[in-house]
């Protein structure tokens, strides 16, 4: 779910399995994006997977680095990252977002060669949209915690809102 002039494009890794059966982006019950980005100011209700045409309205869009679904990310190959890479660059020098935020440092180390990456912004432009790499927000990555995370969500809305 894609526009042009975008305020931020969310990229997640790769639909789930629960995803690819739905249709919605972060569908796994489990799963903290939506409750982040309520909490962080994105959006001023909590949206549901199945809202996601919503954020639209917002400014946001929200997309993959990797198209196939999987039932857990680490099923990737290191050509479908690098590949993935590529057509995010693509599509980012398309639509032009103001920032690209990638959820997930592991993904964004391996989509973009970029070894030494952390979370938050990074160096790297695409065109003239900023990147961010934002923690993946599965249940599966325990040590940050929903209020991390809503934090750290809430530095790339203040960021956005900025320029």
């Known amino acids: 779910m ?17 995803t690819a059966a739905t249709g919605h982006h972060f569908a796994r019950p489990g ?13 001023p209700v909590p949206l549901r997977p199945s ?41 980012v020098a398309r639509i032009r977002p103001r920032w690209l935020a990638v959820l997930g440092v592991t993904a964004y180390r391996a989509a973009f060669d970029d070894r030494k990456a952390r979370v938050g912004p990074q160096a790297r432009t ?19 915690t929903p209020a991390t995370l809503a934090e750290e969500f809430g530095r790339l809305r203040e960021a956005a809102a900025r320029r």
């Open 31 to 43: 799963n903290r994006f939506w409750p982040a980005l309520h909490r962080s100011g994105f959006t």
């Open 126 to 144: 695409i065109g003239g949209t900023r990147v961010w790499v934002l923690p993946n927000p599965s249940g599966l990555n325990a040590h940050w």
């Open 51 to 91: 809202e996601q045409r919503e954020l639209l309205s917002y400014g946001l869009g929200i997309t993959n680095v990797v198209a196939r679904a999987t039932a857990r990310a680490d099923e990737l190959s290191a050509e479908e990252y690098r590949e993935g890479g590529r057509t995010l660059a693509l599509k």
């Open 2 to 18: 894609v526009a042009d002039g975008l305020r931020v494009l969310f990229c997640g890794i790769n639909p789930g399995l629960m």
